[in-house]
């Protein structure tokens, strides 16, 4: 199996905090990762790290082969970023920003068109996609720069929290599209704080802390490293809050 | 969708990545949505926003014209002083601009959402650069509009100008741009490349002093009557040489403006060449030179953005507190957490100082302008115009940044709205940090005014009482209509001071302020002739006491409707 993203041993400090020591970790074709992590753990470091926004101090990174600090545009050109933040122009409505986002790629016009009416059904934009975005709610934009990011079908998508701001039915389709797109050949690298969502649709699974990766597998193999039979939540607060494990005991009782 | 996993289609095209020119098409689309929904949306925004920029276009075209009428009544002092007011009005620009350019290039290259999105796509560095470049330079150019073309239009009115002394003014403008354009660019990528938070700040106090200390330079050269006449011109020629170096572009600009003035079409010519091979050649370098460093410049900005030294330790922590001591304990905790917002945010602070600051600085020179003698003559003119300037100045303020406090609490509604105060003691408390510090700066200000104007102590006080309820209303207008017509949920400050009811809030400020200024012209017509060196009779004392309880009693109104609207209101 090819290899997605490959970070070999980066380091990242913003003056004298470490947010990410000696990272090393390989993300697969075809695969979906999940990356977890407590608040400050250095998961969105990581991320504009693999999407080139920040720069490894040691260690390099590489998108589809390229290399991320020499080969910055190869590589963005194989993924697609969401922020955490969706971002759109304010004054353009969500058909306009999908334009200027294929264009951007060179998607043709026709593939774009048929995408676009794929992508609003799937994700029941029609409502709202001829508005100005400004006077979208936080899930209506989210929709949208998801619908942005799968235009040009990038080999890598890297999303950050994808979840918040969805209803109910549409978390069910964007899971069901990852998965889709996983079984196509494409990656997915997502930072969440949902571990159900990352239970459920994740092929493995990386905790960080403190700037170090201190878990690595599937969720059976979380399980096995942490000599537990509990849910990914217990298996979570095990590893990076040790002393947390007694009150997961009351709790399970 | 497409399955294959192989290479992108662009790239497989051997397509470039995106380019500036369709960042730009964005941009130009993004313009035109946002000028239609103003038209369609906001009528009477569009229109007060267009009222005014035409008001301001013909007072300062008024106030040029005045210059150099004043000028050409003696044709030495045209001769000597027209060339120069060119000169130091391009070096004006030169500065500001490069400023202005400066915090314009660091908000949208190193801090904005949009190049965290763009840089994470295939763009090009240099695209992206050169995209937000253009757009600070179309911002930079709306100076020409309501500071150039005054300018030519005044100069062209008095005197007899060739036809193409209109074109070639253009020209020197637009060719102008470029130079603070690419200077602010350039130091805008040192700052996010170089310097972190503690060494911004330092720098920002080092250009405060480098600006204090260009300023008493300025005006020791501007200073008449200390020395004999001829070493006086000679060491202000010398100094105001300085300014009109070869190498300078306010000095190509101001020459070749001169020239085509007085019909030297190939004088002008050459100018025009030596500023636009300039300008074009350093917005080359700087360009290629930011572009090839850009990515590691916005690393730095990026990596350093949270990052302090050391724990943050204000030296003014305690002063909120102490500054409201005399509100009850609740009260005064919002008052103060207003306060200490204020203080972190430069750019409130930093635009009351400037305003306040140049204000001032003419103060402090109104006599130099009557050569150093007391302004009898003047009557109540001056203080007139200063109250009506102050009072402008703090309507500007609190339309901006007094109106949205209400709006932005909406977003901490939840914290707010469970604690234990009214909304009329949530109005008090927003009311109290407005007054504090739009009242403190402009009585602070009207003090400074009367000392150089050398006021009896009863005609200060009087000054002083009316600058007070102004600041009253004002406050009062700001924070009344921003609990009338909020925009919760809104959390750029900027949109809510735009929106209808910041509109409504600056229309009811500046009616306040004519209103005001109305009857204080009433009290200077009053006094004509004995100016404030007269006695304060009882008629001076009835219009300033119905003027300042007009302020109040607006303000207080305001203020009783926005309580009684919070107050019906579901939060």
């Known amino acids: ?253 | 969708m497409s399955t294959s996993a192989s290479v992108p289609a662009w790239l497989a095209r051997g397509a470039r990545p995106a380019g500036v020119g369709l960042l730009l098409r964005v941009k130009l689309r993004a313009a035109g949505n946002q000028l239609a929904s103003a038209v369609a949306e906001a009528p009477l925004r569009f229109a007060m926003t267009m009222g005014f920029l035409v008001a301001i276009w013909l007072g300062l075209y008024f106030l040029f014209r005045t210059v150099f009428e004043y000028f050409q009544r003696t044709p030495l002092e045209a001769a000597v002083a027209i060339p120069l007011v060119f000169s130091f009005f391009f070096l004006a620009l030169l500065v500001m601009l490069t400023v202005s350019n400066a915090i314009i290039a660091y908000m949208s290259l190193f801090a904005a959402p949009e190049a965290m999105y763009l840089l994470a796509s295939p763009v090009h560095p240099r695209a992206y650069v050169s995209m937000k470049y253009i757009e600070t330079l179309v911002f930079s150019s709306w100076s020409l509009i309501l500071l150039g073309l005054p300018l030519m239009m005044a100069m062209a009115d008095l005197t007899d100008e060739p036809w193409y002394y209109y074109p070639l003014f253009l020209s020197f403008f637009l060719c102008f741009v470029p130079i603070p354009g690419a200077m602010g660019l350039l130091l805008a990528w040192g700052v996010a490349r170089f310097l972190n938070r503690d060494m911004r700040r330092k720098l920002l106090i080092g250009l405060l002093i480098v600006l204090a200390i260009t300023v008493v330079w300025f005006l020791k050269t501007m200073k008449v009557g200390e020395a004999e006449a001829v070493r006086w011109l000679k060491q202000f020629l010398f100094r105001i040489s300085l300014i009109q170096g070869a190498f300078l572009p306010n000095a190509w600009v101001s020459k070749g403006v001169e020239a085509s003035m007085q019909d030297r079409s190939i004088e002008a010519l050459l100018y025009l060449g030596v500023t636009l091979a300039n300008g074009l050649f350093l917005s080359w370098l700087v360009l290629r030179a930011v572009s090839s460093r850009f990515l590691v410049a916005f690393d730095h900005a990026q990596s350093t953005k949270g990052w302090q030294r050391r724990a943050y330790v204000e030296p003014t922590a305690g002063l909120p507190g102490l500054v409201f001591f005399y509100l009850p304990h609740r009260l005064r905790l919002i008052a103060a957490k207003d306060l200490r917002t204020f203080f972190r945010d430069p750019l409130q602070w930093t635009q009351l100082v400037i305003l306040f600051g140049l204000m001032i600085l003419y103060l402090v020179n109104v006599p130099r302008y009557a050569g150093g003698q007391p302004l009898e003559g003047w009557g109540m003119i001056i203080p007139f115009l200063n109250f009506g300037a102050i009072s402008f100045i703090l309507a500007t303020f609190t339309s901006r940044f007094v109106f949205p406090l209400v709006s932005l609490e909406g977003l901490q509604m939840w914290l707010i709205g469970m604690l234990p105060l009214s909304p009329r003691q949530l109005l008090a408390a927003k009311f109290a940090f407005a007054m504090t510090v739009a009242a403190g700066v402009a009585v602070g200000t009207t003090i400074v005014a009367a000392t150089m104007l050398k006021m009896p102590l009863p005609w200060a006080l009087l000054q002083i009482t009316v600058t007070f309820a102004v600041s009253f209303g004002l406050c009062g207008f700001a924070v009344g209509f921003g609990a009338r017509l909020p925009m919760f949920g809104q959390r750029n400050a900027a949109r809510i001071a735009n929106g209808f009811g910041g509109t409504v809030n600056l229309i009811a400020s500046v009616t306040l302020v004519l209103a005001m200024l109305v009857g204080m012209a009433a009290l200077g017509i009053h006094n004509r002739f004995a100016g404030f060196q007269g006695a304060i009779d009882m008629r001076t004392l009835l219009i300033a006491a119905i003027v300042s309880a007009f302020g109040i009693v607006c303000g207080v109104i305001a203020l009783t409707i926005g309580a009684r609207h919070l107050h019906r209101a579901e939060l």
Do not use: W
Request: proline share 4%; net charge negative; hydrophobic share 40%.
């Open chain 1, 1 to 253: 199996m090819t290899t997605a993203i490959d970070i070999e041993s980066v380091y990242k400090h913003y003056g004298r905090k470490v947010a990410v020591h000696d990272l090393t970790l390989s993300i697969a074709e075809g695969e979906l990762f999940a990356f977890l992590g407590p608040n400050g753990a250095g998961k969105t470091t990581t991320i504009k790290m693999i999407c080139g926004l920040l720069r490894p101090q040691r260690g390099q990174i590489c998108v589809c082969g390229h290399v991320m600090g020499t080969d910055g545009l190869a590589a963005k050109a194989q993924l697609a970023y969401v922020p955490d933040q969706p971002f759109l122009y304010d004054k353009l409505t969500g058909r306009e920003f999908l334009s200027f986002v294929a264009e951007m790629y060179a998607v043709p016009a026709a593939t774009r068109d048929a995408t676009v009416a794929e992508l609003t059904e799937k994700l029941d934009m029609e409502e709202f996609l001829d508005k100005l975005t400004e006077s979208y709610s936080h899930g209506m934009k989210q929709k949208v720069v998801l619908a942005a990011a799968l235009l040009h079908d990038p080999r890598v998508l890297v999303i950050d929290e994808p979840m918040v701001g969805l209803d109910p039915r549409t978390v069910r389709v964007v899971k069901d599209l990852f998965r889709t797109r996983v079984r196509q050949g494409r990656t997915v690298f997502m930072s969440t704080h949902t571990l159900e969502i990352a239970e459920a649709v994740a092929d493995r699974i990386g905790i960080i802390d403190q700037g170090k990766l201190i878990a690595l597998g599937t969720f059976d193999e979380l399980r096995h490293q942490a000599r537990s039979q509990r849910s990914l939540e217990d298996i979570f607060l095990e590893l990076t809050h040790p002393s947390n494990g007694a009150a997961g005991d009351v709790h399970e009782r």
